[in-house]
């Protein structure tokens, strides 16, 4: 539990281990530190963005604009501080009303030149608050097919170099023509600090033996951040810490492996597999035979479920599409983790080998995979509980995606077995002397002739950073989260918030409250007259919103001893 528990502190010191949070680069560091002090690896980071975004609890300032009170809600970060209304946001004419939370988006993250003009530009943009910048084509262009793409709301960006807010008119060339989504123009400075923002960096981890065949590599993954909510101790610390305590007892037994392997510790798993998927782009864009020599992936992720099932993914229902290749290692991969467990005993089953955690990425990119998983929020059957004991009808983890993910969460004693089928797996395939006549006894397939995409994000810069001495740092930002709130011409103030973060401190958080000019007749709707006028040149409101000790063992296999683990 050492590992656990110091994940555990780190939640709570810094308010949780989310993605590009400080509590994840806590949890980054400490990886790192272990590694170093346990391991001779070579320990590699690799950095890349993401679009993030976290719900925060803002401070607040009061300001008066043209006789409506706004509450621009402002805290950490000293430009966010300063937002003056008519300065750095204003309501745009005709905006539509309602009460947004959504994540902070920016459409030029999603192609090269994109102005919001094409539908294309919308496209992965859908339930998010988006910031796409003037320019192209009209701001009504943009707003109707932002819309249809189901965008919670938009930021008009200004160009950088103009100081004052966008405060236009959104409606077509006929009466009636809205949109009905809220609309917030901004100013330059406003603009480039939340584009700044809707990009945070995050990093994955790598740690790579000495010794063994570089090209039958086994790679060994697990995601390291958790959901914004919660601690994340089972989903996925669990996981984590046992890859790590793994990492410490190979290195511990100081044997000759005979293939190489890669400990890794993912970040933005719970953004949509968004580290595995960039580390395999970036062996696809820098060095694709380091992609083509990993034989197989092992993957741990929630491994210590308190209402837990024993769950080994089901390989040999790996989809066609992923080739034949996959589906023969894959099962072999499963055979393994079945045999072990019969061997203790441990009742078990398969559960979905649908790409749903990190192994997503291996799998389509023809590399077999395997893993262990002990449930999540689906409910345990009257079928389970007779093979597992436990409680029926309710979740494997109750805790799932919660605040209450913590230590107390964790089922130890189910955490020490599957640590001992994981680490006898991994121990199998490590010292194997053929990988590929382990892996693949009637041949080894071809690959597919089209692979499946390593990613499908806006992951964009991806650099690589090679640590040997000295304390581990990382450069991650804090993510970004936009609310926003508008209300009609007739009803009462709105509110807007857009949540933001720095680089340096605790996620940076700014609301507003948005009143609608009182001279507009109609906002959600279409006016009640032909004649129906824009709002007055004076808009009421805008926004914008380890050590080793003590879990489990893995006794001997027919060649050599699996190291102990303990999480």
Not at 14 to 39: C, H, M, P, Q, W
Not at 339 to 348: I, P, Y
Not at 440 to 448: A, D, I, V, Y
Request: aromatic share 8%.
């Amino acid at each position: 539990m050492t590992h656990l528990n110091a994940l555990q502190d780190i939640a709570n010191e810094y308010e949780g281990r989310r993605t590009a949070s400080t509590g994840f680069n806590a949890s980054v560091d400490y990886v790192i530190k272990v590694l170093r002090n346990y391991t001779d690896y070579d320990i590699e980071t690799i950095f890349f963005e993401v679009n993030d975004y976290l719900p925060i609890t803002p401070g607040s300032l009061s300001v008066e604009m043209d006789g409506v009170a706004v509450e621009l809600q402002a805290k950490f970060g000293s430009d966010l501080d300063n937002l003056q209304p008519h300065i750095d946001f204003e309501t745009m004419g005709f905006s539509g009303s309602g009460n947004v939370s959504a994540p902070l988006t920016a459409v030029a993250l999603t192609g090269t030149d994109a102005w919001g003009c094409d539908a294309a530009d919308w496209a992965s943009l859908a339930d998010t608050v988006a910031l796409v910048p003037r320019g192209g084509c009209a701001f009504y262009a943009k707003a109707v097919l932002a819309e249809a793409a189901g965008v919670a709301a938009i930021l008009f960006g200004n160009n950088v170099s103009e100081t004052e807010a966008l405060r236009y008119t959104v409606a077509g060339s006929e009466p009636g023509q809205y949109v009905n989504i809220p609309m917030l123009g901004l100013s330059g400075a406003t603009t480039q600090l939340l584009f700044d923002l809707a990009k945070a960096t995050q990093d994955t981890v790598i740690a790579t033996t000495k010794t063994g065949r570089p090209d039958r590599a086994v790679a060994i993954g697990s995601h390291l951040d958790s959901v914004p909510f919660g601690p994340g101790i089972n989903d996925n610390g669990s996981g984590s810490s046992f890859n790590l305590e793994l990492a410490i007892q190979f290195a511990a037994k100081r044997v000759e492996f005979a293939n190489q392997v890669r400990f890794l510790f993912f970040g933005a798993e719970e953004l949509g597999l968004l580290g595995s998927k960039a580390y395999v782009q970036h062996l696809q864009d820098t060095n694709i035979e380091s992609l083509r020599n990993i034989s197989c992936m092992l993957n741990f992720d929630m491994i210590a479920s308190p209402n837990f099932i024993r769950g080994v993914y089901n390989g040999s229902s790996a989809a066609p599409e992923y080739g034949q290749r996959v589906l023969d290692g894959s099962t072999v991969i499963e055979n393994l983790f079945t045999d072990r467990l019969e061997a203790k005993k441990l009742a078990h089953e398969l559960t979905d080998f649908d790409g749903r955690s990190d192994y997503g990425p291996f799998i389509a990119n023809g590399i077999p995979s395997g893993g262990l998983f002990t449930g999540a929020e689906v409910t345990k059957t009257i079928e389970q509980r007779n093979m597992y004991g436990g409680v029926p009808y309710a979740a494997y983890d109750p805790c799932y995606h919660q605040a209450c993910d913590t230590v107390e969460n964790i089922n130890q004693k189910v955490l020490a077995e599957m640590a001992d089928a994981g680490a006898y797996v991994a121990f199998q395939l490590a010292m194997a002397k053929d990988l590929d006549a382990l892996l693949f006894p009637e041949g080894k397939p071809g690959l597919p002739t089209t692979p499946g995409p390593a990613t499908t994000s806006t992951s964009t810069s991806i650099k690589t950073t090679t640590t040997t001495a000295g304390p581990a740092t990382s450069t991650t930002a804090a993510p970004t989260t936009t609310t926003m709130t508008t209300a009609a011409p007739t009803t009462t103030t709105t509110t807007t918030t857009t949540a933001t973060t720095t680089t340096t401190a605790a996620p940076a958080t700014t609301t507003t409250t948005t009143a609608a000019p009182t001279t507009m007749t109609t906002i959600t709707a279409a006016p009640t007259t032909s004649t129906t006028a824009a709002p007055t040149a004076s808009p009421t409101a805008a926004s914008s919103t380890h050590s080793p000790t003590d879990a489990s063992s893995s006794t001997a296999n027919s060649t050599a001893a699996a190291p102990s683990t303990s999480t």
